[in-house]
T-cell receptor
Framework: GENVEQHPSTLSVQEGDSAVIKCTYS??????FPWYKQELGKRPQLIID?????GEKKDQRIAVTLNKTAKHFSLHITETQPEDSAVYFC????????????FGTGTRLTIIP | SAVISQKPSRDICQRGTSLTIQCQVD?????MFWYRQQPGQSLTLIAT?????????ESGFVIDKFPISRPNLTFSTLTVSNMSPEDSSIYLC????????????FGQGTRLTVV
């Protein structure tokens, strides 16, 4: 089955700097890659996703890049703010809507004011 | 977006007892998923519940321990049976909803403590 690895497990950056979180997946058939943000005591919420027919997607300060050949995808947060502090999870699925999501191990991001 | 109501939000239970967690969705969905999230850990899929068929369990999870019901397209329950302290965790239900963009939505979670 699919295996998703995520790095780093913790990340601290100064407010205003950029943060990058990386994930690799094992199943070349995977074609949907979402990123979730989970604040303390709350449910995971989708922040951005990308499908395998696209190499990059951006939404304001957040972007995701996908390298299908290398089977890795990354989350980029620019101009970080204190409210970006949370745990971030990547995930992968090969037939989203009919197949499960496999989650990475998570990255605890701390923004230092 | 899909609205998921999950209850209870938390419970403290005695070992050896069972707890049933309910998940109600405001729209019809084909698949519902049950996850466990241990403190500081990622989400681990317990099982996938389709309406009208047996749930599909992931490796390490069995029906006798985590029976699931899916009586219709908007509702599901997960029971944690014969609980032990190792079952203390957050349990989340999730659905994959097709809207203008497809995304997965999560219930608010059930924080279970077994004493």
């Amino acid at each position: 089955g699919e295996n998703v690895e995520q790095h780093p497990s913790t990340l601290s950056v100064q407010e205003g700097d950029s943060a990058v979180i990386k994930c690799t997946y094992s199943d070349s058939a995977s074609n949907y890659f979402p990123w979730y943000k989970q604040e303390l005591g709350k449910r995971p919420q989708l922040i951005i996703d990308i499908r395998s027919n696209v190499g990059e997607k951006k939404d304001q300060r957040i972007a995701v890049t996908l390298n299908k050949t290398a089977k890795h995808f990354s989350l980029h947060i620019t101009e970080t703010q204190p409210e970006d502090s949370a745990v971030y999870f990547c995930a992968a699925s090969k037939n989203f809507g009919n197949e499960k999501l496999t989650f990475g191990t998570g990255t605890r991001l701390t923004i230092i004011p | 977006s899909a609205v998921i109501s999950q209850k209870p939000s938390r419970d403290i239970c005695q070992r050896g007892t069972s707890l049933t967690i309910q998940c109600q969705v405001d729209s019809q969905v084909t698949m519902m998923f049950w996850y466990r999230q241990q403190p500081g850990q990622s989400l681990t899929l317990i099982a996938t519940a389709n309406q009208g068929s047996e749930a599909t369990y992931e490796s390490g999870f069995v029906i006798d321990k985590f029976p699931i019901s899916r009586p219709n397209l908007t509702f599901s329950t997960l029971t944690v049976s014969n609980m032990s302290p190792e079952d203390s965790s957050i349990y989340l239900c999730s659905v994959e909803a097709e809207l203008t963009v497809t995304e997965a939505f999560f219930g608010q979670g059930t924080r279970l403590t077994v004493v």
